[in-house]
T-cell receptor, first 111, second 114 residues
Framework: GEDVEQSLFLSVREGDSSVINCTYT??????LYWYKQEPGAGLQLLTY?????DMKQDQRLTVLLNKKDKHLSLRIADTQTGDSAIYFC???????????FGIGTKLQVIP | NAGVTQTPKFQVLKTGQSMTLQCAQD?????MSWYRQDPGMGLRLIHY???????DQGEVPNGYNVSRSTTEDFPLRLLSAAPSQTSVYFC?????????????FGQGTRLTVV
């Protein structure tokens, strides 16, 4: 079955880059996602990447995908205190948009 | 544009009580789903639906029922609440269009069963 793993916690200083890592097991994954959850809120899609891509850049966000190792990372450049949140890695495989989420990485940005 | 609306935001139930968590979306999305979020467990899929009249079980369906009589609404029913169902519940919707994959989440319902 599908499994998505990510570390629980990351702490960085404001202005530094943050890198959040994720591994997944389903080789048939078609889309891989990064969602952000702020306290007391639902999840919001940050970015996603198709499985046939290696990299996607969107302003301060860079997503790297190593399909051979089933490894996905999210790099946030110039991390700000407003980036403090829980970041979920997720993968979609098969039909019907069924998405499997990781447990979430809590990013703490120290001023 | 309201997106995905969940009600209530908070609820306390006694063991054995029943209740329905409401979810509505106004984006004409075919796919709707319910997740529960527990510390250290991430989001786990409870039930999902790919259209009106069609529902299926997710990873943790026991103790929950769903129905999908309209495209807009996807209520989640707890027939006899148990303390193990204390959690934060999220409803999500998305299009089945493979070019438009974003899932939109509601704000969540925090449920406590005592």
């Amino acid at each position: 079955g599908e499994d998505v793993e990510q570390s629980l916690f990351l702490s960085v200083r404001e202005g530094d880059s943050s890198v959040i890592n994720c591994t997944y097991t389903d080789s048939s994954s078609t889309y891989l996602y990064w969602y952000k959850q702020e306290p007391g809120a639902g999840l919001q899609l940050l970015t996603y990447i198709f499985s046939n891509m290696d990299m996607k850049q969107d302003q301060r966000l860079t997503v790297l995908l190593n399909k051979k190792d089933k490894h996905l990372s999210l790099r946030i450049a110039d991390t700000q205190t407003g980036d403090s949140a829980i970041y979920f890695c997720a993968e979609c495989s098969g039909g019907y948009q069924k998405v499997t989420f990781g447990i979430g990485t809590k990013l703490q940005v120290i001023p | 544009n309201a997106g995905v609306t969940q009600t209530p935001k908070f609820q306390v139930l006694k063991t054995g009580q029943s209740m329905t968590l409401q979810c509505a979306q106004d984006m004409n999305h075919e796919y709707m789903s319910w997740y529960r979020q527990d510390p250290g467990m991430g989001l786990r899929l409870i039930h999902y639906s790919v259209g009106a009249g069609i529902t299926d079980q997710g990873e943790v369906p026991n103790g929950y029922n769903v129905s999908r009589s309209t495209t807009e609404d996807f209520p989640l029913r707890l027939l006899s609440a148990a303390p193990s169902q204390t959690s934060v519940y999220f409803c999500a919707s998305s299009s089945l269009d493979r070019e438009n994959t974003e899932a939109f989440f509601g704000q969540g319902t925090r449920l406590t069963v005592v």
